[in-house]
Structure formats: C-alpha cells, structure tokens
C-alpha cells in the first residue's frame, strides 16, 4: 500500500522560508517522478514542481528562482525549499508519485502552507 505522508507546512510571513518533506513508503520510490502540487481555496489544483529519478527539475513560472525541489532516493523523500515566500503562495502543498509506464499516480493528504503578515 502506497503512503505519501508530507510535513513542514504552516504560517509564515511574506519574504520568509518554509521547507516540505514528503516521505514515500509501498513502492519503489527512484522509479516514480515525484512532485509537489497546490490548491488555494476556488482554484484548480497546479503544479508546482517535478523532479524525475536522475533527471532535471521542472518548475512553474510563478515559483522559478525561488523554490527548490529535490530528492533523496536513499531516504524515499522528495523535498521542496520554498524562499522569497509570497502571500499567493497560500495553498494546500500536495506530495505526488507518478509512475506513467504502469498508469500508477498517488497523492499524500497535502499540507497547507499560508504566508501572512
């Protein structure tokens, strides 16, 4: 049975830093492209960034240059650093594993993350 468990959210003030961690048990973690997606309230849910196994990262426009994924297969966990935090940034952060060789996609519960003064 496939976990996605994330941590690592909470309030934060404009220009400040938050790091989440996504520990991934049940499934052979470095075969799966993981990424970290978000929903604020009456928007659809995005993407924010994907790092494959072994390859480069992708990012959305509105967060390139600020935050930062990343990935430690020995450890199952995918990381995203986010600076330069911004009130827009307030969303609910989704840990995600995609696997598209087997149809496999799994979600974590999501974390929320609100950058308030």
């Known amino acids: 049975q496939v976990q996605l468990v994330e941590s690592g959210g909470g309030l934060v003030q404009p220009g400040g830093s938050l790091r989440l961690s996504c520990v991934a048990s049940?499934?052979?973690?470095?075969?799966?492209?993981m990424g970290w997606y978000r929903q604020a309230p009456g928007k659809l849910r995005e993407l924010v960034a994907a790092?494959?196994?072994?390859?480069?990262?992708n990012y959305a426009d509105s967060v390139k240059g600020r935050f930062t994924i990343s990935r430690d297969n020995a450890k199952n966990t995918v990381y995203l650093q986010m600076n330069s935090l911004k009130p827009e940034d307030t969303a609910v952060y989704y840990c995600?594993?995609?696997?598209?060789?087997?149809?496999?996609?799994?979600w974590g519960q999501g974390t929320q993350v609100t950058v308030s003064s």
């Open positions: 995600n594993a995609l696997r598209t060789l087997s149809f496999e996609n799994y």
């Open positions: 049940g499934m052979a973690f470095s075969l799966y492209t």
């Open positions: 790092i494959p196994s072994g390859g480069s990262a």
